[in-house]
DNA sequence: CGTCGTAGGCGTACAACATACGCCTACGGA
DNA sequence: TCCGTAGGCGTATGTTGTACGCCTACGACG
């Protein structure tokens, strides 16, 4: 094996990630990227064949961060509660990178391994076949929304200072909500969405255990 | 006034929208939208100011077409997901400019005629103060994430055929959980997930109402 | 210790893009 | 009829991703 490699993916994907942090998801470019590293523009092409797998690198190495062991001894609504909240830390740490994370989320491994902690947890729950699909698809979707909401404007941002200037006449009821959740912070916000979700979900449980527990294992 | 202008607002955005959906969201360009409406690439530049902005105006005709009225005669929660559906539709309408929603939905005065019609509805099921904002918070949330876990792969999709086939070993939970999930159509996922989050929300109310009315008007 | 094939590294080149600038021209009010 | 405003466009520039083809460092084998 002649030539061995001078860089690891995790060193590309981490360069890649330093150009985005320091200067924005905009000044990502191959150029960048390279020089960052000390290399020609296209000798970074030895590395990755694409922007797009480039991009799909970076993402990946934002997710490895999070921590996909459950915390033991805690209900079951509680534990989810913490896997959330980790991958919610994990994109708060690189906010510019976020807009990536969306786009490249269903190329990542680390995905896939998230996904497979919060099912065992939901499984452990009582939540079988289809119900587990679909609750799982809530706390994805739930946690991706309110990613990117926080994303471009948590409740106490700019977006809604905005709207509290919204004229009262035209948005009544907007303005008049947006001037009551100035107070509300990001975190908050999250949580107490992310409660109304769990209430839900154990509503659901219990709902299919009247119905029929089905084929309940165990 | 000399010179009146040839084209309006809506006409730029529905030439924008027709290369989208015709070439797809990569073939949206400026010169592409100018040949479409017979201009030449800088005269379009009398109109829009920006690729950004033209990108706003796309995201505001396709939001146009949601009607805000809610359904009378109907409880609080069906009306909700009147609403909600209406939005998903419109995204469904032109699923190549979704990546476009998302990153304008700001941007949209359309936005905020929802917004203020589902505040309409959570004030009269009884929802007030940062509750109200809360509720509003996660049902957009939902939204946005359903649109998008929609868009790049439903659970019948690709996505999920790809999942059902992940080693076993490896992700024992996701891979069946793929596989069971493989019946269950993008509508079926997406309404049986909002049903859940509404049990949420009415759980929710029925909390605050117990540990203390607080100023509940009327 | 030489030699050779593989794979790393890079300079040049190109096509597509957004967009600044400055010119011509169509139009409507006077 | 004339004039000023605003529409329309040709040209040009800088930035992007990336194809191509060359040189070169390296490690295994002789």
Redesign the pocket.
Known sequence: ???????SETDIAAAALAVIDHDGLA??????V?VRL??????L???V????QLEGLVVDLVLSAVDTTPPPDLPWDEQLTVLVERVRAAAAAHPQAIPLALTHRHTSANVLRWAEAVLGVLTAAGFTEDRRAIALRCLLGHLIGSIQMDHLGPLSGAGTEAMARLSPEAYPLLAETAREAREVTAGDEFRRGFRILLLGLRASLDQAAETGPEVTNQ
């Open positions: 094996m002649p030539r061995p490699r001078s860089y000044a990502l470019t191959m150029r960048a390279a000390g290399l020609g523009t296209m000798s092409y030895r590395y064949s694409d922007r797009e």
